[in-house]
């Protein structure tokens, strides 16, 4: 059941962890869950509680590392 302040600022909910720099952990999750499954941004941003822009930031930095160590969209989408 959803409560009346989540109703209220549905953006408000995915804010919760605040907008501190993701992992590189995350940043890597992140990045592969887009290009694998062609997740939003906008939803990435929500489920790591970060702002879109702090995800398409991440996924513009780990993409060339991807690439560097062999991990083309062949390989990705396969």
Request: net charge positive.
């Amino acid at each position: 059941m959803r409560s009346a302040e989540a109703d209220a600022d549905p953006a408000g909910a995915c804010d919760a962890l605040g907008s501190t720099q993701p992992r590189l952990i995350e940043r890597l999750l992140a990045t592969l869950v887009h290009l694998r499954h062609g997740v939003s941004r906008d939803v990435l941003a929500c489920w790591f509680g970060a702002d879109r822009s702090t995800i398409t930031q991440a996924i513009g930095e780990v993409r060339p590392l991807l690439a560097i160590r062999g991990c083309t969209g062949r390989l990705l989408f396969g």
